[in-house]
């Protein structure tokens, strides 16, 4: 079964970075699409972008493209999503997923637990 | 703002139907079959229940069935229950990116 584990929350300043990790287990396709998820207070879901391992191509939503960078570690099965230039609307809990296939829009089967960023001065 | 509109609540009481719109155009919900549909309790990770317009993942229940007609896909829930209470999210392919979701719908059950 796929598991996808968080870092923990983060409490940040605006202006700065932080980056969060999700790990997978369990993955046995040899073809699948990571995507991270973000949903502010109040807010709804909203895509930030996603990496497929196998090709290594990166995609990122045009809301945060230029200061989001989304990686894939395969020796650990870590993935890394770095947010810049951190503002106080970047407050969200953030969720990575993983699509079983080659490609995100068939659908997030598998979800991380969710890891909350602050951004408060 | 999402390219995808969903009503913001719907309501329905236990045994009935209720039906979860979202509607596209032809560069997003019409034009490809992309849709999925996610049902969200709060603090808890989205849970897909619907991909590629009406087909359900291992263990979802039957009582969740998806359809699409021209640019509005849609999302039946048969035999409310308690249960089910949560926000529903489509999402679609868009031709401005690989994944939109739509604003999100609160199902409340009477």
Known sequence: ?121 | QSPLTQPASVSGSPGQSVTISCTGTSSDVGGYNFVSWYQHRPGTAPKLIIYEVFNRPSGVSTRFSGSKSGNTASLTISGLQAEDEADYYCTSFTINSPVAFGGGTRLTVL
Request: hydrophobic share 35%.
């Open chain 1, 1 to 121: 079964q796929v598991q996808l584990v968080q870092s923990g929350a983060e409490v940040k300043k605006p202006g700065s970075s932080v980056k969060v990790s999700c790990k997978a287990s369990g993955v046995t396709f040899t073809t699948y699409a990571l995507s991270w998820v973000r949903q502010a207070p109040g807010e709804g879901l909203e895509w930030m972008g996603g990496i497929i391992p196998f090709s290594g191509t990166s995609n990122y939503a045009q809301k945060v493209m230029g200061r989001v960078t989304i990686t894939m570690d395969e020796s650990t099965s870590t993935s890394h999503m770095e947010l810049r230039s951190l503002r106080f609307e970047d407050t969200a809990v953030y969720y990575c997923s993983v699509t079983p296939a080659p490609y995100y829009y068939y659908g997030m089967d598998f979800w991380g637990q969710g890891t909350t960023v602050t951004v408060s001065s």
